[in-house]
């Protein structure tokens, strides 16, 4: 899915993000699982070009909506992400994609976040993934926690 102009009350016309309306059909149809496919191998601790960046491979969400990382330990960084948005990108980038995504494990649907493209899309894809994430899968796993 990809997002698309559509007409809006307030502001005329405006983009809607394909992340916002992938949360919409989750809720409407609580699928086992969600995939995000984007053109980097998952979220980052910082933009992924920078050298020291560091491939998020598990995220939890908490019932506010607050998540945290749970793999890698980010030992060095307090947990703290930088989020960046690519100017030509209209919809929110990384961030719409992580809020959305929270927004859909809360619900108690995995969310994978993945380079398209890739065998590691193709694994998310066809439920590989489901239950514990081998070491060998580069991406990131957003999913609901009680703690």
């Known amino acids: 899915m990809h997002g698309d102009a559509v007409l809006d009350n307030s ?30 191998l998952g979220v980052y601790d910082r933009p992924p070009l920078e050298s020291n960046a560091v491939l998020l491979r598990e995220i939890a ?13 980010l030992q060095n960084t307090n947990n703290q992400v930088e989020i960046t948005v690519a100017a030509h990108d209209t919809t ?29 899309s193709l694994r998310a894809l066809s439920g590989e993934l489901r239950g514990d994430v081998p070491d060998d899968w580069l991406g990131t796993l957003i999913r609901f926690s009680r703690s």
Do not use: Q
């Open 11 to 40: 502001l005329g016309c405006t983009i809607l993000s394909g992340d916002v309306i992938i949360r919409h059909l989750a809720v409407h149809f609580k699928p086992d699982y969600v995939v995000f496919l984007t053109d980097v």
């Open 61 to 73: 969400v908490r019932e506010d909506g607050n998540w945290s990382v749970v793999k890698p330990n």
């Open 92 to 120: 929110g980038g990384m961030e719409t994609k992580i809020l959305e995504a929270a927004m859909i494990a809360k619900l108690g649907i995995d969310v994978y976040i993945v380079k398209a493209g890739t065998s590691h």
